[in-house]
């Protein structure tokens, strides 16, 4: 047994998977060139357009890939050197937009924000000529959620393409593509959607399917996987069982409902962040998503030396930053299959590494 296992996961991404999921990844591959396998992806494309309210003739382009391939099969595929990208660069996965930008020669501002939700979008009004935006809905290396609402008004006003990178707010917190007025949606399977890594998906709006570039690359060509959808096929061999387990935990979300998934999380949050109130530790950001709680030390301790603690002596899994953050911040995700009692493990063994008691 490797010591990977059995091990309680607070970590976004992979989160901790649901028993059903986890059934579903024991059993044989099965061949998926049939009309069975495209019953699936019909089913988990028109379940997914359901979930983000998407416009109607908007489409799910499936890639075999980790999310940042959707961040860069979505630049390659959606702009060109006559775009020019705004990218709300909050932390490290805004820098990897600006990355990707610069290595495709996509002119871009690089507009750098720091503890701001984008609530007030004033501050944008200089990009104006901007043609697409990209943001990190979630800016997972910090937690802070960008006000989406406000982020789409001002992509609608100035007819700018709004690209959400909604990798790790999907299924926890609010998304929403024609309230917000979204035009491409990246989610990935291993945050907030509890499957393994191994799955992107791109939604596209039929504005932003008017945009796809003429075929330029072979694997993540956009107008492939559209064509090839079309019969609910992928044009190269897809994650098969992560699109197995991705169907039944659709099917879930539908029957739940969307809401009260994002209800959930939005409870489990609001839980562990009251219950270590009495910790010396403070909340990092002011604009917290439900996905995820920023820790900051209050004491000398270092943030990394927690997490390692945290992992050493009580088996709970946190993430560290890097960087500059490293002894500052650490972070604690509510994705996935989470439980009052499970996240109870995580309070207590905090209580008991600080040698506070949690009762009155
Ligand atoms: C996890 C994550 C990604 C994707 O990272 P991969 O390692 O490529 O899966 C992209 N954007 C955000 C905001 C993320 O949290």
Same mark, same amino acid.
Request: charged share 25%; with cysteine.
């Given at each position: 047994?490797?010591?990977?296992?059995?091990?309680?996961?607070?970590?976004?991404?992979?989160?901790?998977?649901?028993?059903?999921? +986890?059934?579903?990844?024991?059993?044989?591959?099965?061949?998926?060139?049939?009309?069975?396998?495209?019953?699936?992806?019909?089913?988990?494309?028109?379940? =997914?357009?359901?979930? =983000?309210?998407?416009?109607?003739?908007?489409?799910?382009?499936?890639?075999?890939?980790?999310?940042?391939? %959707?961040?860069?099969?979505? !630049?390659?595929?959606?702009?060109?050197?006559?775009?020019?990208?705004?990218? *709300?660069?909050?932390?490290?996965?805004?820098?990897?937009?600006?990355? !990707?930008?610069?290595?495709?020669?996509?002119?871009?501002?690089?507009?750098?924000?720091?503890?701001?939700?984008?609530?007030?979008?004033?501050?944008?009004?200089?990009?104006?000529?901007? &043609?697409?935006?990209?943001?990190?809905?979630?800016?997972?290396?910090? %937690?802070? +959620?960008?006000?989406?609402?406000? !982020?789409?008004?001002? &992509?609608?006003?100035?007819?700018?393409?709004? *690209?959400?990178?909604?990798?790790?707010?999907? *299924?926890?917190?609010?998304?929403?593509?024609?309230?917000?007025? !979204?035009?491409?949606?990246? &989610? $990935?399977?291993?945050?907030?959607?509890?499957?393994?890594?191994?799955?992107?998906?791109?939604?596209? $709006?039929?504005?932003? *399917?008017?945009?796809?570039?003429?075929?330029?690359?072979?694997?993540?060509?956009?107008? $492939?996987?559209?064509?090839?959808?079309?019969?609910?096929? &992928?044009?190269?061999?897809?994650?098969? +069982?992560?699109?197995?387990?991705?169907?039944?935990?659709?099917?879930?979300?539908?029957?739940?409902?969307?809401?009260?998934?994002?209800?959930?999380?939005?409870?489990?949050?609001?839980?562990?962040?009251?219950?270590?109130?009495? =910790?010396?530790?403070?909340?990092?950001?002011?604009?917290?998503?439900?996905?995820?709680?920023?820790?900051? /030390?209050?004491?000398?301790?270092?943030?990394?030396?927690?997490?390692?603690?945290?992992?050493?002596?009580?088996?709970?899994?946190?993430? /560290?930053?890097?960087?500059?953050?490293?002894?500052?911040?650490?972070?604690? $995700?509510?994705?996935?299959?989470?439980?009052?009692?499970?996240?109870?493990?995580?309070?207590?063994? +905090?209580?008991?590494?600080?040698?506070?008691?949690?009762?009155?």
């Amino acid at each position: 047994m490797f010591n990977l296992y059995n091990k309680y996961i607070f970590t976004p991404g992979p989160v901790k998977m649901y028993e059903s999921t +986890l059934k579903l990844g024991s059993i044989q591959t099965p061949y998926f060139r049939n009309e069975e396998f495209s019953q699936i992806v019909f089913e988990c494309e028109k379940i =997914l357009l359901e979930i =983000l309210n998407a416009p109607k003739g908007s489409r799910v382009l499936f890639l075999t890939a980790s999310g940042t391939a %959707g961040m860069e099969a979505s !630049i390659q595929n959606l702009l060109n050197t006559e775009d020019k990208a705004l990218v *709300i660069n909050g932390g490290g996965f805004g820098q990897r937009f600006v990355d !990707i930008c610069n290595i495709h020669n996509i002119k871009n501002y690089n507009h750098q924000i720091n503890d701001n939700n984008l609530k007030n979008t004033e501050e944008l009004e200089v990009y104006k000529d901007a &043609t697409a935006l990209l943001v990190n809905a979630h800016e997972t290396s910090v %937690g802070i +959620l960008y006000d989406l609402e406000s !982020i789409g008004k001002f &992509t609608k006003k100035y007819n700018i393409l709004n *690209i959400v990178d909604a990798i790790s707010m999907f *299924i926890t917190d609010k998304l929403d593509m024609q309230e917000q007025n !979204i035009d491409v949606v990246i &989610t $990935s399977s291993h945050k907030g959607l509890a499957l393994p890594p191994g799955l992107t998906m791109v939604v596209l $709006s039929p504005m932003a *399917i008017k945009k796809i570039n003429p075929k330029h690359q072979l694997y993540f060509d956009f107008n $492939s996987y559209i064509k090839d959808g079309e019969r609910g096929q &992928t044009p190269f061999t897809p994650a098969v +069982l992560i699109i197995l387990q991705l169907h039944d935990r659709l099917l879930n979300i539908k029957k739940e409902g969307i809401s009260f998934h994002n209800n959930k999380a939005r409870d489990i949050a609001e839980y562990f962040r009251k219950e270590i109130e009495k =910790l010396p530790l403070e909340i990092y950001s002011n604009f917290m998503p439900n996905a995820m709680t920023t820790l900051s /030390p209050l004491d000398e301790k270092s943030a990394s030396d927690i997490v390692r603690d945290l992992e050493r002596r009580y088996n709970c899994v946190l993430t /560290p930053n890097g960087g500059e953050l490293k002894d500052k911040v650490f972070r604690v $995700s509510h994705m996935g299959d989470m439980t009052k009692e499970y996240v109870d493990i995580l309070i207590d063994a +905090l209580y008991d590494y600080y040698k506070i008691s949690r009762g009155e």
